[in-house]
Protein backbone atom coordinates (compact mmCIF):
# COMPACT_ATOMS: atom_id res chain seq x y z
CA UNK A 1 0.00 0.00 0.00
CA UNK A 2 1.64 3.45 -0.41
CA UNK A 3 2.51 5.71 2.37
CA UNK A 4 4.51 8.22 3.94
CA UNK A 5 8.26 8.50 4.07
CA UNK A 6 10.33 9.80 7.25
CA UNK A 7 10.66 12.81 5.66
CA UNK A 8 7.47 13.30 4.25
CA UNK A 9 4.02 13.16 6.62
CA UNK A 10 1.63 13.37 3.79
CA UNK A 11 -0.11 9.85 2.46
CA UNK A 12 -1.17 8.75 -0.79
CA UNK A 13 -3.02 5.85 -1.26
CA UNK A 14 -4.40 5.49 -4.63
CA UNK A 15 -7.55 2.69 -5.87
CA UNK A 16 -4.81 0.21 -7.15
CA UNK A 17 -3.09 0.10 -3.92
CA UNK A 18 -6.09 -0.58 -1.49
CA UNK A 19 -5.54 -3.92 0.04
CA UNK A 20 -8.91 -4.89 0.23
CA UNK A 21 -9.81 -7.76 3.22
CA UNK A 22 -13.63 -9.26 3.99
CA UNK A 23 -14.84 -7.31 6.49
CA UNK A 24 -15.30 -10.11 9.45
CA UNK A 25 -17.95 -8.20 11.46
CA UNK A 26 -19.89 -7.69 8.14
CA UNK A 27 -22.03 -10.58 6.45
CA UNK A 28 -20.43 -12.14 3.44
CA UNK A 29 -19.52 -9.83 0.10
CA UNK A 30 -18.38 -6.71 2.19
CA UNK A 31 -14.78 -5.75 1.80
CA UNK A 32 -12.53 -2.84 3.08
CA UNK A 33 -9.24 -1.31 3.01
CA UNK A 34 -7.65 0.86 5.16
CA UNK A 35 -6.02 3.45 3.92
CA UNK A 36 -5.25 5.89 7.28
CA UNK A 37 -4.40 4.49 10.41
CA UNK A 38 -6.14 2.00 12.53
CA UNK A 39 -9.70 1.37 12.61
CA UNK A 40 -9.40 -1.12 16.08
CA UNK A 41 -7.07 1.41 17.47
CA UNK A 42 -8.08 4.95 16.79
CA UNK A 43 -8.04 7.78 14.40
CA UNK A 44 -8.73 5.81 11.00
CA UNK A 45 -10.01 6.13 7.56
CA UNK A 46 -11.34 3.22 5.18
CA UNK A 47 -12.73 2.77 2.10
CA UNK A 48 -15.66 -0.30 1.94
CA UNK A 49 -17.18 -2.13 -0.87
CA UNK A 50 -20.67 -4.30 -0.59
CA UNK A 51 -22.12 -6.01 -3.20
CA UNK A 52 -25.46 -4.70 -4.94
CA UNK A 53 -27.97 -6.17 -3.08
CA UNK A 54 -26.28 -6.21 0.81
CA UNK A 55 -28.21 -5.36 3.65
CA UNK A 56 -26.06 -4.82 7.17
CA UNK A 57 -29.08 -5.43 9.44
CA UNK A 58 -30.20 -3.30 12.58
CA UNK A 59 -26.89 -2.23 14.04
CA UNK A 60 -25.14 0.61 15.44
CA UNK A 61 -21.59 2.32 16.30
CA UNK A 62 -19.97 3.14 19.73
CA UNK A 63 -18.32 6.21 17.74
CA UNK A 64 -19.15 8.68 15.32
CA UNK A 65 -18.48 7.83 12.12
CA UNK A 66 -18.68 10.56 8.61
CA UNK A 67 -18.99 8.61 5.41
CA UNK A 68 -18.50 9.85 1.98
CA UNK A 69 -20.03 8.05 -0.97
CA UNK A 70 -17.74 7.43 -3.84
CA UNK A 71 -19.64 4.55 -5.93
CA UNK A 72 -23.92 3.88 -6.30
CA UNK A 73 -25.97 4.77 -3.28
CA UNK A 74 -27.24 3.29 -0.29
CA UNK A 75 -30.25 4.20 2.08
CA UNK A 76 -30.50 3.94 5.14
CA UNK A 77 -33.16 2.80 7.14
CA UNK A 78 -33.61 4.13 10.77
CA UNK A 79 -37.32 3.18 13.48
CA UNK A 80 -39.62 6.49 13.51
CA UNK A 81 -37.73 8.59 10.69
CA UNK A 82 -38.41 8.33 7.01
CA UNK A 83 -35.79 6.35 5.56
CA UNK A 84 -32.97 8.63 3.76
CA UNK A 85 -30.96 7.83 0.16
CA UNK A 86 -27.48 8.92 -0.04
CA UNK A 87 -26.50 9.02 -3.74
CA UNK A 88 -22.91 9.04 -5.03
CA UNK A 89 -20.79 11.69 -3.60
CA UNK A 90 -22.74 12.08 -1.24
CA UNK A 91 -22.18 12.56 2.67
CA UNK A 92 -23.79 11.25 5.92
CA UNK A 93 -22.49 11.33 9.41
CA UNK A 94 -23.28 8.34 11.44
CA UNK A 95 -23.99 9.37 15.29
CA UNK A 96 -22.38 7.01 17.71
CA UNK A 97 -25.54 4.98 18.87
CA UNK A 98 -27.80 5.02 16.67
CA UNK A 99 -29.49 2.40 15.32
CA UNK A 100 -29.87 1.68 11.41
CA UNK A 101 -30.05 -0.79 8.78
CA UNK A 102 -27.59 -0.22 5.64
CA UNK A 103 -28.83 -1.49 2.28
CA UNK A 104 -27.29 -0.64 -1.26
CA UNK A 105 -29.19 -1.81 -4.10
CA UNK A 106 -26.12 -1.59 -6.70
CA UNK A 107 -22.82 -2.18 -5.68
CA UNK A 108 -21.53 0.30 -3.50
CA UNK A 109 -17.99 1.70 -2.22
CA UNK A 110 -17.87 4.04 0.11
CA UNK A 111 -14.74 6.39 2.34
CA UNK A 112 -15.22 5.90 6.25
CA UNK A 113 -13.70 8.23 8.82
CA UNK A 114 -13.42 8.67 12.73
CA UNK A 115 -11.46 10.11 15.18
CA UNK A 116 -11.90 7.49 17.35
CA UNK A 117 -11.83 3.38 17.53
CA UNK A 118 -14.58 1.71 15.03
CA UNK A 119 -17.01 -0.68 16.33
CA UNK A 120 -20.07 -2.38 15.11
CA UNK A 121 -22.74 -4.16 17.10
CA UNK A 122 -25.96 -5.79 16.23
CA UNK A 123 -29.77 -5.34 17.56
CA UNK A 124 -30.04 -9.36 17.34
CA UNK A 125 -26.89 -11.11 18.30
CA UNK A 126 -27.99 -13.77 15.34
CA UNK A 127 -27.28 -11.47 13.02
CA UNK A 128 -23.21 -10.86 13.80
CA UNK A 129 -21.59 -13.03 11.24
CA UNK A 130 -18.72 -12.83 13.94
CA UNK A 131 -20.59 -15.91 15.93
CA UNK A 132 -21.37 -18.21 13.19
CA UNK A 133 -17.81 -18.29 11.71
CA UNK A 134 -15.91 -21.52 13.33
CA UNK A 135 -12.72 -21.94 14.24
CA UNK A 136 -11.21 -24.88 11.63
CA UNK A 137 -7.46 -25.39 12.86
Known amino acids: MGGKSRDDPMSVVNPSEFEWEPKESLPPGAYSATVHGD????????????????TVPTHWHTN???????????????????????????????????????????????LAYGPEPFDIFYANPKDDPRTKRTDRR
Do not use: Q, W
Open 39 to 54: PTEGEYAFVARFPAGF
Open 64 to 110: DVAVVLMKGSMTIRRDGRPNVAIREGGFFFLPGGMRYVAHTPGECVF
